[in-house]
């Protein structure tokens, strides 16, 4: 089974929800937390593990052999991301625009542009005390976060089969990486918070569910804030709403010290129950 | 000219309330842009009335012809992101994976494969309810390439400023630190970070901060919520003072940012409150530094 908790807008609550439903889930299930937000990894920030593991990610690009190579300028021809150019006499690779298509490499007639390893950024595997935990983490400077985490998803269906529920902590927003970490998810969650923006970002990413025709339902969190925009939007367009976390300094306050809230605050606590319901009648978990 | 923009790295710091206060507190001084094109929300606060539309193209799409295509499957021999499918011997182009490289067309024997020019977006020159040209954008589902369409709505409001003689752009960053954030980066005068002090407010900081860093642009930094976790805010000024990022203010924790939210206004425009004159200061303080 495998659950991505998204959001459109950023700071809503996917790490909270994320790191708690795993901790939660662990005490009656095998869990495997994966935080796909790669760009700003946060999920290990809550959590106490120990490293089980780690490797470096790569990703393919181009690097000249001038060796053989008649500058004949195929490899600029067919490089549509302008990563690949010809000056003068050389031939410049420019890494953060390659996309890893090969083209420039595989076209090349002499063979002058072999494609070797760069590093995009990092995959660490730790040990909480109760389920498993798998982080990457985007290197500063690389623009592009779908490879590595295309690559994170491999490693986990690699490494544990389907005993296991698999929980994605995804990026914020609608675009691609969002894409990437919930294409291949069973059920998708969103959370927003009932503010005018909370709306307008859950909307698109309602839309974006809809697109991948994706079952989803929403978690408002710090309930009770802003105004009932959202359950209103919900009830209209029959989205179920899983779960209401309340607003409460209190939550905030623990939540800025990297604490867990669900054995700490019993309205969470019951909430999660309420999300594991709704997945138990569905089907979605045993 | 000078270019003004507010990132956060995480989300949810308070970093487009502010910006919108900021431009509020500019008036007719700035061109205000929102750059946050995946997810816009300052035109919620900014209430802008639209006099301009486009389309954003960037990037290709594949697109097979089944008459001609003979199902040989070179294309999806080349194809690096699994973006053809093959369903009964019928290979189509998955829309969502294909990443418009064009290696497939250059390798189909029969030419059945043509590359498409990819609508990703819209983009808009609007006038804010204060009568300001405001530019924004609002990414397709799933697109990609935010960070050319970020670079486009940078560039209007540059042109615009310079045309109609205003010192400030003001720009609404992403979140993370990838395409879009460089995009939004690249060209600025000053960058405010937007902060909270909790665990992943500081650790987001101090990745975005890297990538400020690389761009050589002089930073200031607001921390908002600021009395939520008092040992972490120090921790942020003492991270500010190590690095050398101007420590602009600390906004306390406080509702009436959701509140002005609701009411579809900012913070600024609510009533006269310390938060108020907090930002005017902030706002004079960063035009000094940018002289």
């Known amino acids: 089974m495998k659950i991505a908790i998204a959001s459109g807008k950023g700071g809503t609550g996917k790490t909270t929800l994320s790191t708690n ?34 490797e470096d990610k790569f990703k393919m690009i181009p690097e000249w052999n001038k060796t053989d190579c008649t500058l004949c300028g195929n490899c600029q021809d067919v490089c549509n991301y302008h990563a690949v150019i010809k000056i003068v006499d050389m031939i410049m690779v420019f890494p953060e625009l390659c996309h890893s298509c090969f083209a420039c490499s595989e076209l090349c007639p002499t063979n002058s542009l072999p494609m070797i390893e760069n590093k995009m950024g990092e995959l660490k595997h730790f040990k909480t005390d109760s389920f498993d935990f798998v982080e990457s983490r985007l290197t500063i400077g690389e623009e592009q976060a779908v490879p590595l985490i295309k690559q ?26 969002v894409i990437e970490a919930t294409k291949d998810a069973d059920f998708v969650i969103l959370i927003t918070e009932p503010t005018p923006f909370g709306l307008n970002d859950v909307i698109l990413a309602i839309e974006t569910m809809q697109e991948l025709k994706k079952d989803f339902g929403v978690v408002i969190n710090r309930y009770g804030l802003g105004n009932a925009d959202i359950e209103k939007y919900c009830k209209e367009n029959n989205i179920p709403v899983l779960a209401k976390i309340p607003n409460k300094r209190k939550i905030a306050e623990l939540y800025s010290k990297g604490e867990l809230l669900w054995d700490k605050i019993p309205e969470v606590k019951t909430e999660l129950e309420k999300i594991v319901l709704f997945l138990k009648s569905n089907s979605l978990l045993k | 000219m000078k270019e003004i923009v507010v990132i956060s790295g995480k989300g949810g710091t308070g970093k487009t309330s502010i910006t919108a206060s900021l431009a509020v507190l500019g008036g007719r001084d700035v061109v205000v842009a929102d750059c946050d094109v995946d997810a816009a929300d300052m035109h919620i606060l900014l209430q802008p009335e639209i006099a301009k539309s486009e389309d954003f193209f960037s990037g290709e799409l594949a697109v097979i012809d089944q008459d001609i295509c003979t199902q040989c499957g070179k294309c999806f021999d080349v194809c690096r992101f699994d973006a053809i499918d093959v369903n009964d011997g019928i290979h189509i182009v998955n829309e969502l994976s294909c990443e418009g490289c064009g290696y497939c067309a250059r390798v189909c024997p029969v030419d059945a494969i043509t590359n498409i020019p990819l609508n990703v977006g819209k983009w808009h020159i609007s006038n804010t309810r204060l009568n300001q040209p405001f530019v924004h954008a609002k990414l397709g589902i799933g697109a990609d390439n935010s960070g050319k369409l970020v670079a486009h709505v940078k560039n209007i409001a540059k042109e615009i400023a310079e045309e109609y003689e205003r010192p400030y752009v003001l720009v609404d960053g992403s979140p993370g630190v990838g395409c879009p954030v460089v995009s939004s980066l690249s060209g600025a005068h000053f960058v405010v970070l937007v902060t909270e002090p909790t665990v992943s407010g500081l650790h987001d900081l101090k990745r975005v901060y890297e990538l400020v860093n690389k761009f050589h642009i002089k930073a200031g930094c607001i921390i908002n919520k600021s009395d939520l976790n008092l040992e972490k805010t120090n921790e942020i000024i003492e991270f500010l003072k190590q690095e050398n990022i101007i420590h602009l203010a600390n906004l306390p924790y406080n509702e009436s940012f959701t509140k002005a939210m609701t009411d579809c206004k900012t913070i600024v425009e609510v009533d006269d409150n310390i938060i108020k004159e907090t930002l005017e200061d902030i706002w004079k303080e960063i035009k000094q530094i940018i002289k």
């Open chain 1, 21 to 54: 439903l795993a901790s939660f889930l662990a005490e009656t299930h095998k869990v495997v937390l994966t935080d796909l937000d790669v760009e700003e990894p946060n999920s290990g920030l809550f959590l106490k593990s120990e490293l089980v593991y780690s």
């Open chain 1, 152 to 177: 994170t998803l491999k490693f986990i269906d690699s490494k544990f089969n389907d005993d296991f529920i698999k929980i994605y902590d995804a990026p914020p927003g609608t675009s691609c990486p």
